[in-house]
């Protein structure tokens, strides 16, 4: 994450009363997809007329939708990093109401795997629904190992799901399998939906939490409940928020 420099000169105290602005940090980006990552289309739209892929850091990325599969992305992606302190109020309370949509459909799992977990926010917001629940974390940075450290959660793993590592070692373990904001910051996110639902024990429910599509980044993917259908998912919830939950059905492989 790189931040505007600001240079105080050290031959002159500091005028009292006064003190140094605050400044936000700038936005750190991925690299720019000439195809869409739900489904590999390069019939983009939403670029200026004449823009070509950006080069270095840009300033902010542009929403694009795909004409075939009708996804709606950043381009290029935001990579993860901290949020304004306003940000992760908000994603607490979303957390909160997760966990509270969950409980009323599974209100007793034994086991959780909460992907792209870092520090355990949600897991550490969870346990106030789900006292008995054993949950791991899964993140591609070493936050989550601070994270079960601590005690947020009780089994940490360094990777992504479609790691054949971590597949491997979570195959039907779960009986919920969460991704909160995830599925817009990978490359492959059809790929990481289905290793997603691997994790799960048949009748397992899988909580998918995208970046509220009336806010600033408008990523929902629009084919995520047909993909859930296709791969034997029965949906629980409407197609149109920006939270959805599926039951895996026991029949599926």
Avoid at 134 to 159: C, I, K, N
Avoid at 173 to 182: A, H, I, K, P, T
Avoid at 219 to 234: D, I, M, S
Wanted: glycine share 10%; charged share 25%.
């Amino acid at each position: 994450m790189s931040y505007v420099a600001m240079f105080v000169s050290r031959r002159e105290p500091p005028v009292s009363g006064t003190s140094v602005p605050s400044v936000p940090p700038v936005p750190s980006y991925g690299p720019y997809r000439e195809d869409c990552p739900w489904c590999g289309s390069r019939r983009l739209r939403g670029r200026p007329r004449g823009a070509g892929p950006r080069q270095g850091a840009p300033h902010r990325s542009l929403v694009e939708r795909c004409s075939d599969c009708r996804h709606v992305f950043r381009n290029p992606p935001l990579t993860p990093g901290p949020e304004h302190p306003v940000v992760r109020a908000g994603v607490r309370i979303g957390h909160v109401l997760a966990a509270r949509a969950m409980a009323r459909r599974c209100p007793e799992p034994e086991s959780w795997l909460d992907v792209g977990t870092g520090d355990a926010d949600f897991p550490r917001a969870a346990r106030a629904y789900f006292p008995y629940t054993s949950f791991d974390g899964l993140d591609p940075t070493g936050r989550v190992l601070r994270a079960r450290a601590v005690e947020r959660v009780e089994e940490a793993l360094v990777g992504r799901l479609t790691d054949h590592h971590v597949a491997v070692r979570v195959r039907e373990r779960y009986d919920v399998v969460s991704l909160f904001q995830y599925l817009e910051r990978v490359p492959d996110p059809r790929a990481e939906l289905r290793a997603a639902l691997g994790a799960l024990r048949p009748g397992g429910h899988l909580l998918v939490d995208v970046a509220d599509p009336r806010r600033l980044a408008p990523v929902h993917p629009v084919g995520l409940g047909a993909e859930l259908v296709a791969q034997g998912c029965t949906v629980l919830t409407g197609t149109r928020g920006h939270r959805v939950i599926a039951r895996k059905d026991a029949s599926t492989p």
